[in-house]
């Protein structure tokens, strides 16, 4: 686990009033419905805690609101786009005709997703005068274009040449060209019914293109337009409609017309508009199912096996949903990033803003529970270094204390250490439930549970002003463990675990002892 | 830092607030009738200037909520910009960052004690219970919030969502994504559009049959003009398909083991990626006749009868890397196609011992088409969109349709499976019928032969519905509805025909870009005020300005409304 044991999550207040405002919603788990306080208790294991917990680096504070903001509580709103790859900055106005996707030559590998970089396969023997055939080369893992068999002729302008390139190095025509062909086409074809009808026979042969099953992309296209020019037909049939009042418009006119013109007498009842009809072919939008494409499929999954086909990661990562062997791979174009500001979501103060500049990580405004929460952190307590000699001492510090091996029974002390980041002075009570929930039940003690913590003064000022004995002692133990970084006890506080006192003390810190007694399993 | 706050304030005062000194909250957003605001003008939309608009044009972002992944992107686009899982890996802590260690990766994960397949990677169930709404907010949230900000990167302007949603959604549930949309993800206000409808849609279609085969259960929905008009469910869908896969995967592992070792279990992540990459559907019904008369014992003998015909067997070799010790297990590849048999066609048991609820997908299309009138089934049974993760198995939408063919061929259009003593005369009355059919079409074919080239197929409807007298007024009538009307091909009907559709996803983003209005539209404010109680309780409300023409589904165009209904959700 990236977090080493003993971590301390913080608890945001939404998770609270949410319970509180809707109690029915958490007591529809299988719990009986407990005491009213019992049921408010924050239970660290449930599933939904996972989403009100939070370590203290990743929270913000509302100054105005006194609370943190956990990222549930805050209102995020961009404040300029970005590539990560190539840290250029991209304008408002184009993200979205991009796809929200970088256009220059930043690609990653479809494989293991890691950036792809444009390289050469011009032979060094020969060298062609534009620098040679220029592919895509993933660094991780080896992958290359020319495994789906593509080649570029520059070295620029990837994103233009992947978009004229299909798999295998056939190329697809733009987006106009094929809107022109379907235009094409659909007029052949009427024309062909009409022959049809009037028995003539020389309808002109069309040139049967057959590329195969039309992509994903090919069948939206030719919907959209299918059912664009159905609304499209039916539009002038109700002149009267208000939502397209337009004085350019052609109804718009013809009703004006209709109005000044003496033609009132024949009034015509308005057309009950025909129902809009379906798509009658491929080039409107209509798939048949075939079972070729299924047999086809399964002959390939038969020959080519595991290897060749996609795990769902690399699906998901795809543009079309519908790949599914690794010839059908297309390099990804890395996705944007942002920089956002965050408002608190009660009081819609700002809470951090990051510098407007894309390559600069600072931040103009940064409000961060870290500087005025405090922060816990817990250690287990070595009580052996503090009786035996100095020399066992370091060699215990350098063994690490193992948190796997709690013993059943055995009382264990854990320090919990206390900082208070504000620059007053802090009073602190703590609480815990004597026996943890959950399967092991473990009793916890907290042997001072109530004490003071120093204000964060200047640490300079402390110094000079210190002339009372605590306040120096304090200090002195405080920059001892901070050389020797693990938790033992320094000579000042006796060593002895006494209730009611605390362990230490220092300038903005104190550390109290915890008794912990891990239970037994509840099966056993 | 205080100046610079305040220099920040303007932006947001800028940004939607009415009064600078006092600082609005959510709550005052929601609803206050006090707070000095421009009032909303009710276009009067006689007198407005032209172009008005243009100036409301509204953005939307389409979802879809399923019960395993939310889909999410732009109205115009083929795809969804991000298809997002809820794995338990998604449910993690912030700050865990447990799933990048490598050797965490290479372990396999139990399923917990108490927990169903797959449980952990469902947004919800529709059987409430056992579902922990607080909990479905709180995925629902974090995953909408990961698709706004990693893959929407949309500017602080507020835009409306269109959402797919099954219908027949609970309500509460319904309400909690409701609220979800509308509490963190600020949305002024939401269409919701029930998915079959929009498969249809996809699919180019005003009419199908809709079959979409989900995680949970299998739902067969009858749509007639873009209208819901029948349902059925099974739950042989893609949980119990992956179940059966982890099953038969366990099996193979586990032969090797030593009979002391502890048994091999694979992860439902295992089960998922075998069976998305290579499992696969026999398209070929087999020995369809006999599972229909001879319900249980024959087939299998028939079955491993007609696998034998491969000589070299074919296998795949299938790595578990997070198998105790690594292992590749080799697999025939026919085998690979027993869950999807055992799950959704269970050829092995009688249709007598299934239960309503657990019918066979052939049988689940079959009676839904039964159920239909006949004229909707005529149109719907040529109709037949199969929709649905599981339905990107290969093999599997031939299978259902060959499936379907085989038994209306032999069934018919019949409810009555057994005659009991009358069965003799109905067996006359059949043959009599057939023979009949017959005669007619050796008619029918005669004459086309004789009137028409052979190379030029007649373009009437279907061979069935010709007339066998031409008057020459109709076929004047005939020639003038096809020039002007739609082509024929547009009303085939009364064949078994599967139409394949982009889902319900693509129809909706088609929906969104034609600036079509679902009838259920529900106004952020109207919500926060009321929840779902505020509908009206009529199913259908007549949205007056708008023409009927795309149906009742779907319609256009329409102004500000009054009241709001939930519509087939009610």
């Known amino acids: 686990m990236a977090q080493p044991f003993p971590y301390t999550y913080y608890s945001c207040d939404c998770y609270d009033s949410k319970v509180a405002a809707a109690p029915t919603k958490h007591a529809s788990q299988g719990i009986p419905p407990a005491e009213d306080e019992d049921e408010r208790d924050f239970d660290p294991r449930s599933p939904g805690a996972n989403y009100s917990l939070y370590p203290l680096e ?276 890395s996705i944007l990033c942002t920089k956002r500001g965050k408002r608190c979501r009660s009081c819609r103060h700002i809470l951090s803003k990051p510098e407007s500049k894309i390559t600069s990580t600072r931040y103009k405004i940064k409000l961060l529970a870290r500087n005025h929460i405090p922060r816990l952190s817990l250690r287990a307590l070595h009580t052996s270094t503090s009786a035996s000699a100095s020399a066992t001492a370091a060699a215990a510090a350098i063994l690490p204390f193992n948190y796997d091996s709690l013993r059943p029974g055995l009382p264990i002390h854990f320090l919990l250490h206390i900082s208070n980041p504000l620059f007053d002075p802090v009073r602190v009570t703590l609480a815990t439930p004597s026996l943890t929930p959950g399967r092991v039940h473990t009793r916890v003690t907290i042997l001072c549970p109530q004490f003071d913590v120093g204000a964060n003064t200047d640490v300079w000022d402390d110094a000079l002003s210190g002339s009372t004995d605590t306040a120096a002692g304090g200090l002195k133990r405080f920059s001892a463990s901070g050389e020797g970084g693990a938790g033992r006890g320094t000579e000042g506080s006796g060593g002895a675990v006494e209730a009611g006192k605390i362990w230490e003390r220092g300038r903005n810190w104190t550390s109290v002892v915890l008794e912990v007694v891990p239970g037994k399993d509840g099966k056993a | 830092m205080s100046s610079s706050a305040g220099g920040e304030r303007k932006v947001s005062a800028s940004l939607g607030r009415s009064v600078r000194g006092q600082t609005p909250r959510i709550q005052d957003l929601a609803s206050t009738p006090e707070s000095p605001r421009t009032p909303l003008r ?178 067969v929905t009858g749509v007639y003009e873009y209208r819901e008009v029948h349902e059925a469910r099974s739950i042989r869908a893609g949980k119990m398909l992956s179940e059966e896969m982890a099953k038969l995967l366990n099996e193979e592992l586990n032969e090797d083991v030593e009979p002391g070792d502890p048994k091999i279990e694979v992860s439902f992540e295992e089960a998922e990626e075998v069976l998305t990459r290579v499992g696969w559907c026999k398209s070929r019904p087999k020995s369809n006749r006999n599972t229909l008369y001879f319900p249980a014992r024959t087939s299998p003998i028939l079955e491993e009868f007609e696998d034998a015909v491969e000589v070299p067997e074919p296998t795949v070799a299938i790595p578990f890397p997070k198998n105790t010790p690594p292992t590749e297990l080799i697999i025939a590849f026919a085998s690979l196609a027993k869950p999807a048999e055992a799950a959704l066609f269970a050829p092995q048991t009688a249709l007598n011992e299934f239960d309503d609820h657990e019918l066979p997908l052939h049988h689940l299309i079959y009676r839904a088409l039964l159920s239909l009138p006949m004229d909707v089934r005529r149109i719907c049974m040529s109709r037949i969109v199969i929709t649905g993760g599981v339905s990107n198995l290969p093999g599997l939408k031939t299978r259902i349709i060959a499936e379907l063919e085989a038994m209306v061929q032999q069934r018919g259009w019949d409810p009555v499976r057994s005659y009991g003593s009358a069965g003799a005369r109905r067996e006359a009355i059949l043959r009599q019928q057939r023979e009949n059919a017959e005669l007619r079409r050796e008619e029918g074919e005669d004459k086309v032969s004789e009137s028409l080239d052979p190379d030029n197929p007649p373009a009437p409807p279907s061979a069935g519905f010709q007339s066998p007298e031409e008057d020459p007024i109709d076929l004047k009538l005939a020639h003038i509805a096809l020039r002007n009307g739609p082509p024929p091909n547009a009303y085939v009907g009364g064949v078994i025909r599967g139409v394949e559709t982009l889902g319900a996803w693509a129809g909706a983003s088609l929906v969104a870009q034609l600036r079509i209005k679902g009838i259920v539209e529900i106004e952020r404010e109207k919500f926060l005020q009321h929840g779902l109680l505020g509908a009206s309780k009529d199913k259908e409300i007549s949205v007056v300005p708008q023409r009927q023409s795309m149906g009742p589904g779907v319609g256009r165009g329409a102004g500000e409304r009054a009241s709001w209904t939930l519509g087939v959700w009610a």
């Open chain 2, 42 to 219: 009710s276009t009067s939309q006689w007198f407005s200037s032209p172009g008005g608009s243009f100036r409301t044009e509204e953005e939307y972002v389409v979802l879809e909520v399923g019960s395993r992944f939310v889909r999410g992107g732009f109205p115009g686009q083929s795809a969804p910009l991000c298809i997002l899982p809820f794995g338990p890996d998604e449910q993690r802590r912030l700050g865990d960052y447990r799933q990048w260690d490598p050797e965490y990766k290479m372990k396999r994960r139990k399923r917990k004690r108490g927990q169903e397949w797959g449980q952990e990677h469902e947004l919800y169930r529709t059987d409430l219970s056992k579902l922990d709404l607080g909990l479905l907010e709180d995925k629902l949230e974090r995953v909408m919030r990961e698709a706004y900000n990693k893959y929407f990167l949309l500017d602080p302007k507020p835009r409306r969502i269109l959402l797919a949603l099954p219908p027949r959604m609970p309500h509460p549930l319904m309400s909690t994504i409701l609220g979800v949309l509308f509490g963190s993800m600020q949305a002024p206000s939401i269409t919701l559009l029930s998915s079959p409808i929009l498969s249809t849609v996809a699919a180019g279609l005003r009419s199908a049959l809709v079959v979409d085969i989900g995680w949970a259960e299998t739902t």
């Open chain 1, 58 to 333: 990743h929270l913000l504070y509302c100054e105005d609101c006194q609370q943190i903001r956990c990222p549930r509580c805050v209102v995020e709103e961009t404040l300029n786009w970005y590539c990560p790859s190539c840290l250029f900055e991209v304008p408002s106005s184009v993200v979205k005709t991009d796809g929200n996707r970088c256009t220059r030559n930043c690609y990653n590998c479809p494989v293991c997703s890691s950036p792809a970089v444009v390289t050469t396969l011009e032979d060094p023997f020969d060298p062609s005068s534009s620098g040679g055939p220029w592919l895509l080369l993933c660094t991780y893992c080896k992958w290359t274009s020319l495994e789906i068999g593509i080649e570029f002729e520059k070295h620029t302008g990837i994103t233009a040449q992947l978009a004229r390139l299909g798999n295998g190095g056939r190329t697809i025509p733009s987006h106009k060209e094929r809107e022109k062909e379907r235009e094409r086409r659909l007029e052949l074809d009427k024309h062909k019914s009409r022959d049809i009808l009037s028995g003539s026979e020389d309808s002109p042969t069309t040139d049967k293109r057959d590329d195969g099953p039309p992509s994903h992309d090919d069948i939206y296209a030719n919907l959209s337009a299918f059912y664009k020019s159905q609304l499209a037909a039916q539009q002038p049939s109700n002149p009267f409609s208000p939502h397209d009042i337009n004085f350019s418009s052609p109804s718009s006119f013809s009703r004006i017309m209709n109005l000044y013109s003496s033609s009132t007498s024949k009034k015509q009842k308005r057309e009950k508009p025909t129902p809009m009809r379906e798509a009658a072919s491929p080039l409107e939008g209509l798939t048949l199912h075939s079972p070729s494409t299924d047999t086809a499929i399964i002959d390939r999954l038969k020959t080519s096996g595991w290897s060749r086909t996609l795990s769902p990661a690399q699906k998901l990562a795809q543009m079309t949903p519908t790949v599914r062997f690794t010839s059908d791979l297309r390099p990804l174009a």
